[in-house]
């Protein structure tokens, strides 16, 4: 059993910086995926990125390509999510969530996931 808690939303003006962190409890395996994923209300849950918990093997949104960017800690078993350059349309609930790796094809998934957090608010003022 995994428990993922996130922490590093909260408000921050267009253009800046925020970085989420994932804290894993229990063991993350090798062949695990970590993903992260946002949810504005009336929205379904959308992809933002995603890295392999092995090789660090990362996968983006088009949307958040060249402004985000996935890591990982394993010996602190924490992923993190670096935010930059962010839009007011950045503006959502983050949740990370980690699953076993199949294929880069289904990363981006989210009913590959079986462990979700419990989100974390970031908000981007115009």
Known sequence: QVQLAESGGGLVQTGGSLKLACAASGRIFAGYVMGWFRQTPGKER????????????TAYADSVKGR?????????????????????ED?????????????????????????WGQGTQVTVSA
């Open 91 to 115: 503006s959502a609930v983050y949740y990370c969530a980690a699953g076993s790796f199949r294929s880069r094809s289904t990363m981006s998934r989210a009913a590959v996931y079986d462990y």
């Open 46 to 57: 959308e992809f933002v990125a995603a890295i392999t918990w092995n090789v660090g093997s």
């Open 68 to 88: 985000f960017t996935s890591s990982r800690d394993n010996a602190k078993n924490t992923g993190y999510l670096h935010m930059n350059s962010l839009k007011p």
